[in-house]
Antibody, heavy 121, light 110 residues
Framework: EVQLVESGGGLVQPGGSLRLSCAASGFTFSLYAMNWVRQAPGKGLEWVSMISASGGSTYDADSVKGRFTISRDNSKNTLYLQMNSLRAEDTAVYYC??????????????WGQGTLLTVSS | QSVLTQPPSVSGAPGQGVTISCTGSSSNIGAGYDVHWYQQLPGTAPKLLIYGYTNRPSGVPDRFSGSKSGTSASLAISGLQPEDEADYYCQSYDSSLSEVFGTGTKVTVL
C-alpha cells in the first residue's frame, strides 16, 4: 500500500524558515516525480513545486521561486521542502503528491494527509 | 501562472446528474496537456478521480466521467449520491513547465 506521511509543519514567524518532510513507502520512490501542493484555509489547491525522479530537475511556482527549495533523498525514500523568507500568505496545509506514471503530466495518484504551516507573529 | 476556471458551485438532487466545466487556454489545455480531476471530501486530502480526461482509476464508480472539448474539459456525475458532496478540482500543466489547478467547484446534494 502506498503511503505518504508529511511532517514538519507548525507555527513560524514571518521571515522565518522551516523544512517539511514527506516519508514515502509502498512503491519504488526513486522511479517517480514528486510534488508539493498547498491549500490555504478555505481556499483551493495550489501547486508549489515538483522534482524529477532522480532529483536532477526541479520546477517551482512563481509564488515561491527563490524562497522554497524542493529536494529528495532516494536512499531514505523522503521528499523535502525547505521554506525560507516565509510570509503570512504561505499559511496553508502542505500536501506531498506522487506522480501517477513516469512521464510528465500524468497527474497525482497518491497524496499524503497534509501538514499545516502557519506563518504569524 | 495561469489558472483553470470552474464554476464555484453546482447542485442536484439525489439521482440527478451534474456537470462541472474546466476552462483553460492555449498555454495549458489547448497546448495538448492532459486534464485530471480530483475529489476532496471535507477535511481530507484530494483523491484522483479521473486522469487523462476520461480514465477512471480502479475503485472510482462509473457514475463519474470526463470529457474534453477544445480548451475545456468537463466532469459529469450521474446518479448523484449523498457521498458525492465534496469539492472538485481539475488540473493540467502549462507550457512554462508548471502545474495549474482549477478554481474548484463545490458540489451540493440537495
Amino acid at each position: 500500500e502506498v503511503q505518504l506521511v508529511e511532517s514538519g509543519g507548525g507555527l513560524v514567524q514571518p521571515g522565518g524558515s522551516l523544512r517539511l518532510s514527506c516519508a514515502a513507502s509502498g512503491f519504488t520512490f526513486s522511479l517517480y516525480a514528486m510534488n508539493w501542493v498547498r491549500q490555504a484555509p478555505g481556499k483551493g489547491l495550489e501547486w508549489v513545486s515538483m522534482i524529477s525522479a532522480s532529483g536532477g530537475s526541479t520546477y517551482d511556482a512563481d509564488s515561491v521561486k527563490g524562497r522554497f527549495t524542493i529536494s529528495r533523498d532516494n536512499s531514505k525514500n523522503t521528499l523535502y521542502l525547505q521554506m525560507n523568507s516565509l510570509r503570512a500568505e504561505d499559511t496553508a496545509v502542505y500536501y506531498c503528491a506522487k506522480d501517477r506514471e513516469y512521464q510528465y503530466g500524468s497527474g497525482h495518484d497518491h497524496w499524503g494527509q497534509g501538514t499545516l504551516l502557519t506563518v504569524s507573529s | 501562472q495561469s489558472v483553470l476556471t470552474q464554476p464555484p458551485s453546482v447542485s442536484g438532487a439525489p439521482g440527478q446528474g451534474v456537470t462541472i466545466s474546466c476552462t483553460g487556454s492555449s498555454s495549458n489545455i489547448g497546448a495538448g496537456y492532459d486534464v485530471h480531476w480530483y475529489q476532496q471530501l471535507p477535511g481530507t486530502a484530494p483523491k484522483l478521480l479521473i486522469y487523462g480526461y476520461t480514465n477512471r482509476p480502479s475503485g472510482v464508480p462509473d457514475r463519474f466521467s470526463g470529457s474534453k472539448s477544445g480548451t475545456s474539459a468537463s466532469l459529469a456525475i450521474s446518479g448523484l449520491q449523498p457521498e458525492d458532496e465534496a469539492d472538485y478540482y481539475c488540473q493540467s500543466y502549462d507550457s512554462s513547465l508548471s502545474e495549474v489547478f482549477g478554481t474548484g467547484t463545490k458540489v451540493t446534494v440537495l
